[in-house]
């Protein structure tokens, strides 16, 4: 993912949360790995969010976030995070029916299925 700063103020990253919503397929624990991200992999934090009621799409969200040492986005600057997760079993997801999934991008492309919140308000992107 690269999070672009489009705005005309700097941002404190440990506001920030991203989500991208899917299907389990499946009732197991999950894992959230960062492998590398401009902000620091440390500061780099993935949770699981089951969703109180299933949507088209979703019945869960992977929300990503920053550590306090994450610092600022400053206008016109990005941030890239390159992340993965999987099930503990290491059983398949089928992505074909997940609300956030790209199936056609092999690069960055502009997703508004992958919502952007700022202090717990939504601020791009929609939710299922």
Do not use: H
């Not at 019945?59 to 040492?69: H, K, P, Q, S, V």
């Amino acid at each position: 993912m690269k999070l672009v700063n489009n705005s005309g103020s700097s941002i404190n990253l440990k506001d920030v949360k991203l989500r991208y919503y899917y299907t389990i397929d499946g009732e197991k624990p999950q894992t959230f790995w960062c492998d590398w991200s401009s902000a620091g992999t440390s500061n780099v934090i993935g949770s699981f969010v089951k969703l109180s009621s299933a949507k088209n799409g979703a019945d869960y969200c992977l929300e990503i976030g920053f550590a306090d040492g994450a610092g600022t986005l400053e206008a016109g600057k990005s941030v890239d995070i390159q992340a993965r997760f999987s099930k503990n079993d290491w059983s398949n997801y089928n992505q074909s029916d997940d609300y956030s999934f790209g199936s056609s991008a092999s690069d960055y492309i502009e997703n508004s299925k992958i919502s952007l919140y700022i202090d717990g308000k939504l601020v791009w992107g929609k939710e299922p």
